[in-house]
């Protein structure tokens, strides 16, 4: 195999993950080498300033959110936060009602971190979204149950960036008492949240969906009323004995700086954003045959998911190899199996391999986005030359009625 | 996913691209796989007077592989017989392409699509 040197192909995966801000990294440098103590250490000023650091951050991340710094809680990244929330808060609790509500469409950290507790012993609801990617208030309200312990719902959804009527929601939970967990990964700096006011008792934050490092993230907890949660993570008491750990403080530090740009710079930046997605919009459906999938409207300006109907997923991310995207296709997920986000939404099979992610954000340009207008055209033009189904859509075939052998 | 060239050379020319028509006497055409799964080929077969196979024609949807594998079979069908067309294995496919192990039924179905088209073609002359 020849090895060529690689051209990078424009990115548009920030869903994925994003860059770190360049002036997030200069803030985390000294803190890999000169500044290196642990914040837990009391007694000489490599902890002092470590651990100055730290509250500083911790400052700047409750700040995005209008919380107390009191409230939040270092993790490893959104991953652990759902995991803590999901079992610490439905453990804890557990003498309420071993029954917790979730969506279907969740992030796996929150399914799987809910099947485990299925595991052992409690029951649970997914709820199927509307086909725009929406609770519906009153299926939700059906869905409670006097024991009840847990609901999580996801602010931002990571594939079709549609946004959930948090408060709706948490004032429901509110008045059954039970307690709202919401991972909020995907939402900061893309949506407002404002703790004091929202009725959550439990948000989950990462900070490489916000241009800070990955392996950072943080869980707020509430305190007034004050949300208990069992440690899921048991050593020195770091964190108020809810997670141990020697805290990393570059990434913490980071993860500051991130939620301290997000908080100052969100409002000009969707605005910038928003003019993309429509541009990026408007080029995309003037194709032929286009699905958007998920709510238009009530979503972050960050996501446009199109499914490009009778081109197969995987063929069409090998074609457009000029932009970084993710698709919902079986073939480019380890399991085989299309997206179950897409499936939940109750698009077909077809749909759902045809789907691609265009996720994008700060650093993205018009001339990015025009560029993969044009290079969508041309290859879904090549592409649908290639394929029986769409040859078979022209002649007027309803593809739904053919029988296929399944295989 | 790392293909071999030659199954990006396949991609990205493929071979053999379009359609005879169906009702054609001469014409076999094979259709397999299904959209719900994410792969559709489509597969026809020209055969002369004489039997042979002169040309064939291929539309898949489907992954890159499966692309390669239906381009690759119009190259090696034609001249054959019906009868050699019918012996192309999907390991002999697989093996030419270097397919990964998560992409050998795209060769399975490449097979599949060269024996329902002999079949049609052999129903057209009974």
Known sequence: MKIEKMTMPIYMDYSATTPVDPRVAEKMIPFITEDFGNPASRSHPYGWTAEKAVENARKEVAKLVNADPREIIWTSGATESNNLAIKGASNFYSSKGKHIITMATEHKAVIDAVREMERLGYETTFMV????????????????????????????????????????????????????????????????????????DLMSFSAHKTYGPKGVGALYVRRKPRIRIEAQMHGGGHERGMRSGTLATHQIVGMGEAFRIAREEMQEENARIEKLQKRLLDGLTEIDETYINGDLDKRVPHNLNISFNYVEGES????????????????????????????????????????????????????????????????????????????????????EKVEWAAH | MAYSDKVLDHYENPRNVGSFDKNDPNVGTGMVGAPACGDVMKLQIKVSDGGKIEDAKFKTYGCGSAIASSSLVTEWLKGKTLDQASEIKNSAIAEELALPPVKIHCSVLAEDAIKAAVADLKEKKK
């Not at chain 1, 995207?325 to 109750?346: I, W």
Request: glycine share 6%; hydrophobic share 45%; charged share 25%.
């Open chain 1, 129 to 200: 979204p509307e086909p725009n990617g929406l609770v519906d208030i009153e299926k939700f309200k059906a869905a409670l149950r006097p024991d009840t312990v847990l609901a999580t719902i996801m602010l931002v959804n990571n594939e079709i960036g549609v946004v959930q009527d948090i408060e709706e929601l948490g004032n429901i939970c509110r008045e059954n008492k039970i307690i709202f967990h919401v991972d909020a990964a995907q939402a900061t700096g893309k949506v407002a949240i404002d703790l004091e006011k929202l009725p959550v």
């Open chain 1, 316 to 399: 069409l991310i090998m074609a457009i190899k000029g932009i970084a995207v993710s698709s919902g296709s079986a073939c480019t997920s380890a399991s085989l199996e299309p997206s179950y986000v897409l499936r939940a939404l109750g698009r077909s099979d077809e749909l759902a391999h045809s789907s691609i992610r265009f996720s994008i954000g700060r650093f993205t340009t018009e001339k990015d986005v025009d560029y993969t207008i044009e290079l969508l055209k041309e290859k879904i033009g090549k592409l649908r030359e290639l394929s029986p189904l769409w040859e078979m859509f022209q002649e007027g075939i309803d593809i």
